[in-house]
């Protein structure tokens, strides 16, 4: 059985970064770190306002990271797209994300856009970037998302976050009806031979469960729990302990 694979997105990072000018933390220093702590990627979200990942820091992470590198955005802005083909990650995940958007909050309706999917998705894929899309737990949109071609989808992880909780804490029985529609989607996405990632909102709380019921999940992407964590742990305790919640074990 294959290990689920952990990327952290260092947005956050560079927030930090960016509230006081400057170079502390060093985004470049901190993504090696968490290369050498463990991840098996990088992640970054760059929005046209730059307010955290700067298009410039793509360019010079390119250059350092030896894990795999995924560039996360929004395809509808041309600058993203010229700037993923510029740098050619090993995964780009796209992310219908609206113009302004704190964070992303919705999959895409694969069966909407199905026509512009496909046109995007091959042109990255003729770049030999693997593709990943961003989708809710919902079969139509599975189905949906292999008539664009995408090599992946990741699975919005936040309903089964949210609903896993009861006054602030995880709970198992909870986290059995909330992770219902994910299973049945992983299954429908491993029946058509899609690749399956997930992110936004896993935590300490909820990551095991969910990466040991998700049949085939390929990958999970964190950021903002994993920084969070860092404060109080450290960050090279963080990714460890993130690392051993997807180990496959029994709960």
Partial sequence: MNQTKLSVNINKIATLRNSRGGNNP??????????QFGADGITVHPRPDERHIRYEDVYNLKEIITTEFNIEGNPKEQKFVELVLANKPTQVTLVPDAEGQLTSDHGWDTIANKNYLIDIISLFKNAGIRVSIFVDADIKMIEGAKETGTDRIELYTESYASQSMVNGQWSIDKSKHAIENY????????????GINAGHDLDLQNLKYFSQNIPGLLEVSIGHALICDAIYLGLENAVQLYKRQLMKNEL
């Fill in 183 to 194: 299973i049945t989607a992983a299954k429908k996405a491993n029946e058509l031979d899609l």
């Fill in 26 to 35: 060093d985004l470049i220093k901190t993504a090696k770190d968490i290369e």
